[in-house]
């Protein structure tokens, strides 16, 4: 499973040469409201997309299931679009996602590139191969492993995006630091991300985008240290699993910054992981986040929603902790109790 990954000094260039790299008969640009107005005007005069045609479908997660699917794929059956078409997925994450799943069913097939436009689908969603859409009420239910020809990751986009999904960004980030080495996770702290530099951003982005890929060129189907990518997602989809419950909105990427900090008690209780190093997620976490609340109360129900989580086989949690920073433990269980030491640690702290 190969794919491109170019780190765009110049995005017109970068996406001309892209399209020009496939050989296709027909090419198609998907978009959704949001990037069809705000990105796409960036692109649309190139001379590489004369003649394409432009599907736009609405924006956000919960547009990310069958019914837009199905929209998709008459769009492209409507466009006369064949095996032999280019699709390129302008968006975040849902827009990758479900182009990428469209792309990868459209006639058992079609080639496609992504052009991600948040932090977070540049250093995750884009990147490694996993397509697909919600269904039946759980997230990514239906899909496929099948990577984009190439992903442009250009900082121009970053430029203008709100503050909050910057930050959302940048957990993943944090996470892909303690997986990778002491080097990056220092350069991570000291990033000024009230202030960002977007050239040293896009070079942290780059950082963090290989990180990720030689995790998934080890393991692209998620059998072993794929897991790795997992790190703080266990707490992190029950946080979000409660706030949708409770009506609250939580971006993914702050789920993940809360669970960090969770599970990275669970790494120093459970696997010998520094302390230090805990203490300065949490003050860095704590400063760009602020704190996700919740009671007593509440814990069976993270409980249960820790054991429903679809990475668990038998109602036993499974969690990726750390031993140091880039030395990962895959497959680690924590009982009823050790769990809610955690929560209690996380609420206290
Ligand atoms: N988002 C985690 C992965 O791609 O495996």
């Known amino acids: 499973m190969k794919q491109d990954i170019l780190i765009a000094e110049n995005l017109e260039a970068s996406v001309t040469s892209s399209i020009n790299n496939v050989r296709f008969d027909k090419l198609v640009v998907l978009t959704d409201t949001t990037t069809n107005q705000h990105c796409w005007p960036l692109l649309s005069a190139l001379p590489v997309f004369k003649g394409?045609?432009?599907?736009?479908?609405?924006?956000?997660?919960?547009?990310?299931?069958?019914?837009?699917?199905?929209?998709?794929?008459?769009?492209?059956?409507?466009?006369?679009?064949?095996?032999?078409s280019l699709l390129v997925n302008l968006g975040g994450g849902m827009v990758t996602d479900l182009g990428g799943f469209a792309a990868s069913t459209f006639k058992r097939g079609m080639a496609y590139i992504n052009i991600p436009t948040t932090l977070l689908s540049q250093v995750d969603a884009s990147v490694g191969g996993k397509t697909g859409i919600n269904f039946g009420g759980l997230k990514n239910e239906i899909g496929v492993f099948n990577c984009a020809r190439t992903v442009i990751l250009s900082s121009v986009f970053l430029r203008t995006l709100d503050h909050a999904n910057l930050l959302s960004g940048y957990a993943e980030m944090l996470k892909h630091g303690l997986l990778s080495n002491?080097?990056?996770?220092?350069?991570?702290?000291?990033?000024?991300?009230e202030n960002p530099n977007f050239?040293?951003?896009?070079?942290?982005?780059?950082?963090?985008?290989?990180?990720?890929?030689?995790?998934?060129?080890?393991?692209?189907?998620?059998n072993g240290i794929r897991k790795a990518l997992n790190l703080g997602h266990t707490a992190a989809h029950a946080i979000e699993s409660l706030a949708l419950q409770e009506g609250r909105t939580v971006l993914h990427g702050y789920a993940v910054?809360?669970?960090?900090?969770?599970?990275?008690?669970?790494?120093?209780?459970?696997?010998?992981?520094?302390?230090?190093?805990?203490?300065?997620?949490?003050?860095?976490?704590k400063q760009h986040y602020g704190k996700f609340q919740y009671e007593c109360k509440h814990y069976e129900m993270l409980y249960n929603f820790m054991t429903h989580d679809k990475?668990?086989?038998?109602?036993?949690?499974?969690?990726?902790?750390?031993?140091?920073?880039?030395?990962?433990c895959i497959n680690q269980t924590a009982t009823q109790y050790e769990i809610e030491e955690m929560l209690d640690y996380y609420r206290e702290n």
């Open 311 to 328: 990475k668990n086989q038998s109602g036993i949690v499974n969690f990726t902790l750390m031993a140091s920073i880039g030395d990962i």
């Open 52 to 84: 394409a045609h432009v599907i736009t479908i609405a924006p956000t997660d919960e547009a990310k299931n069958l019914a837009t699917l199905s929209d998709v794929w008459m769009a492209l059956q409507q466009a006369g679009a064949s095996r032999h």
């Open 199 to 222: 050239d040293q951003l896009q070079q942290l982005v780059a950082k963090s985008v290989a990180i990720k890929e030689s995790v998934v060129n080890q393991d692209p189907t998620e």
């Open 182 to 193: 002491n080097e990056n996770w220092y350069e991570l702290l000291s990033f000024d991300l």
């Open 257 to 285: 910054a809360w669970g960090l900090m969770m599970e990275l008690y669970l790494s120093v209780r459970k696997c010998g992981f520094s302390a230090k190093v805990m203490h300065q997620l949490e003050a860095f976490v």
